[in-house]
């Protein structure tokens, strides 16, 4: 397939991957990964210098497709995207067309959705889809390059993977990492670059129809929770008690959408922090106030470490209590001693009173894999209860399991701008390289990052606290990059994908890039 004709064969790809539902959590991201994997085995290289394996999960669901087209030298390249999509309720009475691509965009085009949308439905350059976007283009443009390369002897090794399970916990490239960690040492692989393939553009600030977006990262993710003990009274006696619900909206009003808590400067600038869960311990109405509260608040980070955004998130805390007493004061006379303790204080104080190891194996034993910010809450509900028992109090914890960030050094970043300018200059389309994908993604899952060790966090997510666990195994590689198809609408009904540049800029981009990161190094 040469360089220059990759466009119908991706388009073909993308339709056909497009008309499977994978919906995160079904049994279509199985389907499309044996589907995937049935068509990598019909190719003629296939068992002889294109090797394929199949993966799963620790629960036994499928994982991942891996293709291995075995080149010379010991320089590899890994080309992944996911399979799994959002689901289809969104579109509504639409829900049958969500999965075909090419009915859908017909229908859009005679006005199904309005005339805007009608108008580009009919320019011929773009699909409209449930996960033509997000990401199953940028899949189809990874396959074609595997195509591509196949014909002729490669000059360095090629990897391609599709993973499941982006969507909700990233178990697909958990997965893949583990089985690839032993496997490039066993092999003796030298991991050149690592490239995600997920939808990048178009962002606020760019300024034409030709400008597109390449990242040399991704942006890190923490879920911060504020867990609130307060003192329960009637209704008629406020003053006898503490109202959870009004010191978590204390902290809620100035952590959410908080600059003290943004990260990044300029065009590397994270997204504002918001709220994500806020909710008290009642299961039903009377007269009583709650005994205690949480709040769950996304952050964003480029440039801090998840230690220093916790510092952070705590003095957030200690201004709310500090509010809450001069309010009570003025209002009763009088205000609480509330103290703000992070959940590793907690527990040094749990072993102080000896009762830390008791404790520990029964909040271990509701464990699972999956314990997310529920049960999280829920530890240090009976955390806080044991140690500081009718003591009002703010905990501050990791509510979510660590999303880290990941980057690349000078040296990949170069690499990237020399392909770049290359490719502008053949394809007209204007380029601008950032750092950090500001969207959370896989590439976190698979490259090696500092955060793991950051001591702090695992001293403060109740899940690592109790299990001991370390930081996951990842790939070391000399750079990590994020460059994808272009389009709008991921997660919308309206989701729609550029087809001139994702069917044939893309991949052409992925070549070149994969030559240059084969080529090794100037001494």
């Not at 090794?157 to 893949?176: C, K, M, N, Y």
Request: net charge negative.
């Amino acid at each position: 397939m040469p360089t220059d004709h990759f466009h119908d064969r991706v388009r073909d790809l993308t339709v056909l991957l497009a008309q499977t539902p994978s919906v995160n959590g079904t049994d279509g991201e199985g389907q499309i990964l044996e589907e995937t994997y049935g068509l990598l085995a019909q190719h003629p290289l296939a068992g002889k210098r294109l090797r394929l394996f199949r993966g799963e999960d620790p629960s036994g669901r499928p994982a991942f497709v891996l293709a291995h087209l075995v080149g010379t030298g010991p320089r590899a390249v890994l080309q992944f995207g996911h399979i799994d999509t959002v689901g289809i309720d969104d579109y509504g009475p639409l829900r049958h067309l969500a999965f075909r691509p090419l009915e859908l965009t017909q229908h859009i085009g005679d006005g199904l959705l309005g005339a805007d949308l009608a108008h580009l439905a009919q320019s011929g350059e773009w699909l409209f889809g449930r996960g033509v976007l997000d990401m199953k283009a940028g899949v189809a443009a990874t396959l074609g390059v595997l195509e591509h390369f196949a014909q002729e002897p490669a000059a360095g090794h090629l990897l391609v993977a599709l993973t499941a399970d982006e969507e909700a916990g990233s178990a697909g490239i958990r997965a893949l990492t583990r089985f690839l960690a032993p496997y490039l040492e066993q092999e003796g692989l030298h991991l050149a670059g690592i490239v995600n393939t997920d939808a990048t553009g178009p962002r606020p600030g760019l300024a034409g129809p030709q400008d597109r977006l390449a990242y040399s990262g991704s942006i890190g993710k923490l879920l911060t929770c504020a867990y609130v003990r307060g003192v329960p009274s009637h209704v008629g006696e406020p003053e006898t008690g503490l109202d959870p619900d009004y010191v978590l909206a204390e902290i809620t009003r100035r952590a959410v959408y908080a600059e003290g808590l943004r990260d990044g400067e300029g065009p590397e600038r994270a997204a504002l922090p918001v709220s994500l869960q806020a909710r008290d311990d009642k299961a039903s109405y009377d007269v009583q106030t709650p005994l205690s509260a949480v709040g769950c608040y996304n952050v964003l980070y480029v440039e801090r470490s998840p230690g220093d955004i916790l510092g952070a998130f705590r003095a957030i805390a200690e201004e709310a209590a500090t509010a809450v007493r001069e309010r009570l004061e003025d209002a009763f006379g009088q205000g609480p001693d509330l103290k703000v303790y992070t959940f590793e204080e907690l527990v040094r104080l749990a072993r102080q009173q000896g009762i830390w190891d008791e404790l520990a194996e029964r909040l271990a034993q509701n464990l699972s894999t999956t314990s997310g910010p529920a049960w999280r809450s829920h530890a240090v509900h009976e955390l806080a209860g044991a140690v500081l028992g009718r003591e009002p109090a703010i905990v501050v914890f990791f509510g979510h399991g660590l999303i880290p960030k990941v980057s690349t050094g000078d040296a990949g970043r170069r690499i990237l701008a020399r392909t770049l300018s290359s490719h502008s200059q053949q394809s007209g389309n204007r380029y601008h390289q950032r750092r950090f994908f500001p969207l959370i993604s896989d590439l976190s899952f698979v490259a090696a990052s500092e955060d793991w060790q950051d001591a702090s966090f695992w001293a403060n997510d109740p899940v690592a606290a109790l299990t001991g666990r370390g930081y996951p195994p990842a790939l070391v590689a000399d750079a990590v990059f994020m460059i994808g198809p272009h389009g709008e609408g991921a997660h919308r009904v309206d989701e729609r994908l550029h087809m001139p540049y994702s069917f044939e800029h893309v991949p052409q981009l992925l070549v070149r890039l994969t030559n240059d990161l084969w080529t090794p190094p100037a001494v």
